[in-house]
C-alpha cells in the first residue's frame, strides 16, 4: 500500500480493454484472445501505485462487468478508483496483433462512441477528483480521441494550475487516432503542453507541435536541439524525457533514455533487448518510473537510469502494465545477474 509520504497523483485518461491472440498468433488464427486492461494514463497509474504512491485514476468506464472488472484490475494494483465514472455505455477496445521476428505488431482501434469520449468535462467534478493531489498526468491521446475528450483535458489542465499542482504531459501521438483531425494536432497539443512542467516526448513531436526541423544526424543531438526549442517556447517547462530505440527485428532492439533540462543533457547506456515478451506499455514504464525518481527526489542521473529501468524491463511482462516493483529495477541497476533468485 502507499506510504504516508507518498505523493498523491492524479492520472486522467480512457481506459482500455485489450484483445491480443496468444503467442505470436495472427487474430482469429485460433479463436482464443488474451484479456488485459489499460491505457496510457492508467498504466502510469498502476505502475506508480505499484511503487508506493498514491495513484488516482479520473476517467468514465462502462456500468457493466467489463467496467468493473477493469476498476476491480486497477484496485488491485493500489490504485485509487472511487474518481471513475460509471455510467450506460460501451468500453473502448483495441485489438493488438504481435509481431515476431521481421512482422511488426499492429493495432486496431475499437474506441469510438466509447463512455470515456462521450463523457463531458463538466461531468467532472474536478476540485473534488483532485482534491489532495500534487500532480496530474495525462496525455495526448485525450486530444486525438475528439472534441468533448479535448474539453475535458484542457478542464484538467486549468483546474490542476488552479490548484496549483504540477503536470506532467506524453505527447503520444497516434496518427490512426487523430485521423482527420491531424491538422489540429499542432496546436492543441501546444496548448497543453504550454502548462507542463515534465514533457515525454522526442524531437519528432517537437518538430509536430512547432513545425520545426532537427536535421540533425545523431539522434542525441537531435533531441538536445528539440529540448532547446521546447524549453525556449514553453516557460513552465523544467524537463523533456524521451526513449530512444534501435530495431534490430521485431525480437531484439536497444533502448536507452534521454532526458534534458535547462541546463543539461543525460543519456543512459544502451541495453539490449532479445527475446522480448510485450513491448505496449514500456514508454508507460518509462515515464512512471522517471516520475517515481522525480517524486523519490532522485539525483538526474539515478532518476534517468531508474527510468530506463523499469521500460527496459517491462519489455519482460506480458500486458500493458509495468508490474515489477523498486527492488526489481534496483536489482537490475545493481547487475544482480539472471540467476534464480532463491
Not at 45 to 55: E, P, Q, T
Not at 134 to 142: D, M, V
Not at 212 to 237: E, G, K, M, N, Q
Amino acid at each position: 500500500m502507499p506510504n504516508s509520504t507518498a505523493t498523491r497523483i492524479a492520472c486522467f485518461g480512457e481506459l482500455l480493454m485489450r484483445l491480443s491472440p496468444p503467442g505470436c498468433e495472427l487474430p482469429l488464427q485460433s479463436p482464443r484472445f488474451n484479456v488485459h486492461f489499460g491505457g496510457a494514463e492508467a498504466n502510469v497509474a498502476a505502475s506508480l501505485a505499484i511503487l508506493g504512491h498514491h495513484s488516482v485514476m479520473i476517467s468514465a468506464l462502462p456500468d457493466n462487468m467489463l467496467g468493473r472488472a477493469c476498476a476491480a484490475e486497477l484496485r488491485k494494483h493500489g490504485v485509487e478508483t472511487g474518481s471513475i465514472r460509471h455510467v450506460e455505455g460501451r468500453m473502448g477496445v483495441y485489438y493488438l496483433s504481435p509481431g515476431a521476428v521481421h512482422r511488426p505488431s499492429e493495432v486496431l482501434y475499437d474506441r469510438a462512441d466509447s463512455v470515456f469520449a462521450r463523457t463531458p468535462a463538466e461531468a467532472y467534478d474536478w476540485p473534488q477528483v483532485l482534491a489532495g493531489a500534487q500532480w496530474l498526468h495525462l496525455s495526448g491521446i485525450n486530444l486525438a480521441l475528439g472534441e468533448t475528450t479535448s474539453r475535458a483535458a484542457l478542464a484538467a489542465v486549468h483546474a490542476a494550475r488552479a490548484a496549483g499542482m504540477s503536470i506532467s504531459f506524453d505527447c503520444n501521438y497516434r496518427s490512426k487516432l487523430w485521423g482527420a483531425r491531424a491538422l489540429r494536432a499542432p496546436a492543441m497539443l501546444r496548448e497543453i503542453v504550454g502548462h507542463a512542467n515534465v514533457l515525454f516526448g522526442n524531437d519528432r513531436d517537437i518538430a509536430l507541435m512547432l513545425g520545426a526541423d532537427f536535421p540533425h544526424v545523431d539522434a542525441i543531438a537531435r533531441f538536445r536541439a528539440a529540448a532547446d526549442a521546447a524549453f525556449a517556447t514553453w516557460p513552465h517547462l523544467q524537463r523533456m524525457a524521451s526513449t530512444e530505440r534501435l530495431h534490430r527485428n521485431v525480437d531484439d532492439q536497444d533502448l536507452l533514455g534521454l532526458m534534458a533540462t535547462r541546463d543539461r543533457m543525460l543519456t543512459t547506456a544502451t541495453h539490449t533487448l532479445s527475446g522480448i515478451v510485450d513491448r505496449i506499455g514500456g514508454g508507460d514504464a518509462f515515464a512512471a518510473g522517471l516520475l517515481h525518481g522525480l517524486f523519490r527526489g532522485m539525483p538526474d542521473e539515478a532518476m534517468l537510469d531508474f527510468a530506463i529501468t523499469a521500460a527496459c524491463l517491462k519489455h519482460s511482462i506480458p500486458g500493458d502494465v509495468n508490474l515489477l516493483r523498486e527492488a526489481d529495477m534496483l536489482a537490475f541497476l545493481a547487475h544482480g545477474g539472471f540467476e534464480v533468485r532463491r
